[in-house]
């Protein structure tokens, strides 16, 4: 484990030095020079600690997690277990004795999990929901899911949406205190929006609910990118749901935080069936990785990134980045709760997306160019470009500079 953080007051030369050795910890990056991939909001690259940590479990302790009483099953429920902590550690869980952590596949597995498994259990004839109706189509199906098996049972509930400011997609705080009622029981809310790359200040939706309704977060694009602090004065949230594989763990990874008492809420009859092992030891190390190279600085570098890139298209009529990022560059003295994250999306003027995403490709470009999954959204056109702390910003020079001759 190579990664070490660079001193506090470094100069942004340091920084740069910091990211280049944590770059050549990417094989495969470093493997295909020639390419840039700039999709780690789909599925994130791997250091070589995380393939170290596969090949060392499955050479040392495969086995089956929570049950068997010879060393490898004892070796693999330990780790399971260490992981479960780690994850908590990572979300700096104040209160890790009694919240709880369950594995998935991925966040829109966590969010089903909570839909299906706890909310249906918790909302009785005449409650309402408030979700999003603009974010990823996972953080809205498993909600509008839950409403119709409760209606099968007799139970009607009403699912609300979250307001979002109409420019920029963002909670609209003012609008929010007008939709919360006395029936009001949950509320489904994105950290980081998928194409926007807002981070959507959700401290506030807190605020305006009180400290009873239960939130569910959906971190998929913030766990693995910033640091995170759940509890009061922090994300005062009940669930956090996110993808390992986002945060450099293997596909199929995942997981959702319960905070306190709403773990046993969640799952009150613990473990059943074979958990994804392999895919929880990938995210033991690469939670572990991200720790080493600090979240603060990923950060740092992937917003960086990003305005570095909506600074360049600024100048080009021919393209329009779309919602809060426009304003990234400009506006560096908004509040860091309300700062612009590591994705950027745009539309040319002319080119059709797939079209844009396929020129992209002869050059070297990995970007996404098809469906992004966000509901209630004309995607029409849009590519979305997402950065990761493995990318250097002599990629998204090249990228600005090859989008400057598609006008
Ligand atoms: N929510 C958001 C905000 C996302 O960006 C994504 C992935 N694009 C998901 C949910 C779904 O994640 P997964 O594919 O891991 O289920």
């Given at each position: 484990?190579?990664?070490?953080?660079?001193?506090?007051?470094?100069?942004?030369?340091?920084?740069?030095?910091?990211?280049?050795?944590?770059?050549?910890?990417?094989?495969?990056?470093?493997?295909?020079?020639?390419?840039?991939?700039?999709?780690?909001?789909?599925?994130?690259?791997?250091?070589?600690?995380?393939?170290?940590?596969?090949?060392?479990?499955?050479?040392?302790?495969?086995?089956?997690?929570?049950?068997?009483?010879?060393?490898?099953?004892?070796?693999?429920?330990?780790?399971?277990?260490?992981?479960?902590?780690?994850?908590?550690?990572?979300?700096?869980?104040?209160?890790?004795?009694?919240?709880?952590?369950?594995?998935?596949?991925?966040?829109?597995?966590?969010?089903?999990?909570?839909?299906?498994?706890?909310?249906?259990?918790?909302?009785?004839?005449?409650?309402?929901?408030?979700?999003?109706?603009?974010?990823?189509?996972?953080?809205?199906?498993?909600?509008?899911?839950?409403?119709?098996?409760?209606?099968?049972?007799?139970?009607?509930?009403?699912?609300?949406?979250?307001?979002?400011?109409?420019?920029?997609?963002?909670?609209?705080?003012?609008?929010?205190?007008?939709?919360?009622?006395?029936?009001?029981?949950?509320?489904?809310?994105?950290?980081?929006?998928?194409?926007?790359?807002?981070?959507?200040?959700?401290?506030?939706?807190?605020?305006?609910?009180?400290?009873?309704?239960?939130?569910?977060?959906?971190?998929?694009?913030?766990?693995?990118?910033?640091?995170?602090?759940?509890?009061?004065?922090?994300?005062?949230?009940?669930?956090?749901?996110?993808?390992?594989?986002?945060?450099?763990?293997?596909?199929?990874?995942?997981?959702?935080?319960?905070?306190?008492?709403?773990?046993?809420?969640?799952?009150?009859?613990?473990?059943?069936?074979?958990?994804?092992?392999?895919?929880?030891?990938?995210?033991?190390?690469?939670?572990?990785?991200?720790?080493?190279?600090?979240?603060?600085?990923?950060?740092?570098?992937?917003?960086?990134?990003?305005?570095?890139?909506?600074?360049?298209?600024?100048?080009?009529?021919?393209?329009?980045?779309?919602?809060?990022?426009?304003?990234?560059?400009?506006?560096?003295?908004?509040?860091?709760?309300?700062?612009?994250?590591?994705?950027?999306?745009?539309?040319?003027?002319?080119?059709?997306?797939?079209?844009?995403?396929?020129?992209?490709?002869?050059?070297?470009?990995?970007?996404?160019?098809?469906?992004?999954?966000?509901?209630?959204?004309?995607?029409r056109g849009v590519v979305r470009i997402s950065p990761h702390v493995y990318t250097s910003e002599e990629e998204?020079?090249?990228?600005?500079?090859?989008?400057?001759?598609?006008?």
């Amino acid at each position: 484990m190579s990664a070490r953080q660079p001193p506090a007051g470094r100069r942004p030369e340091e920084l740069r030095r910091w990211q280049r050795e944590l770059r050549r910890q990417f094989p495969i990056l470093t493997a295909h020079p020639e390419l840039a991939y700039l999709d780690s909001a789909a599925t994130a690259q791997k250091p070589q600690a995380v393939l170290d940590a596969v090949t060392a479990y499955l050479t040392t302790a495969n086995a089956n997690a929570g049950r068997g009483t010879y060393p490898w099953a004892n070796e693999t429920t330990r780790m399971v277990e260490r992981t479960r902590l780690r994850v908590k550690e990572f979300l700096g869980d104040p209160d890790p004795d009694r919240s709880a952590v369950h594995f998935t596949s991925g966040t829109t597995e966590g969010l089903r999990t909570v839909a299906r498994d706890w909310l249906t259990a918790f909302l009785t004839d005449g409650d309402e929901i408030l979700v999003p109706f603009t974010d990823h189509r996972a953080n809205l199906d498993p909600w509008l899911e839950a409403q119709a098996l409760l209606a099968a049972r007799g139970v009607r509930v009403r699912v609300r949406a979250l307001p979002v400011q109409p420019e920029s997609f963002d909670y609209d705080h003012r609008a929010l205190a007008a939709v919360v009622g006395p029936r009001t029981r949950f509320v489904a809310a994105t950290h980081v929006h998928h194409v926007y790359g807002a981070d959507m200040n959700v401290q506030r939706i807190r605020a305006a609910v009180g400290p009873d309704v239960p939130i569910c977060l959906d971190a998929a694009q913030s766990v693995g990118h910033l640091p995170i602090r759940v509890g009061p004065g922090g994300l005062d949230v009940d669930f956090v749901v996110f993808s390992g594989h986002k945060a450099l763990a293997l596909p199929g990874t995942g997981a959702v935080w319960a905070r306190g008492a709403r773990g046993p809420e969640l799952r009150p009859g613990g473990w059943s069936g074979t958990p994804n092992t392999v895919g929880i030891a990938s995210l033991e190390a690469a939670l572990g990785w991200l720790d080493a190279a600090g979240l603060d600085r990923v950060a740092e570098w992937t917003t960086a990134l990003a305005t570095r890139l909506t600074d360049r298209l600024r100048h080009l009529p021919a393209y329009e980045v779309l919602g809060c990022q426009a304003s990234l560059g400009a506006d560096t003295a908004l509040p860091p709760q309300q700062r612009r994250r590591g994705i950027v999306s745009l539309r040319h003027r002319d080119i059709p997306s797939d079209d844009l995403g396929f020129v992209l490709f002869s050059h070297g470009f990995m970007v996404r160019a098809d469906s992004l999954c966000q509901a209630g959204a004309d995607e029409r056109g849009v590519v979305r470009i997402s950065p990761h702390v493995y990318t250097s910003e002599e990629e998204i020079d090249r990228l600005a500079t090859v989008l400057a001759t598609l006008t």
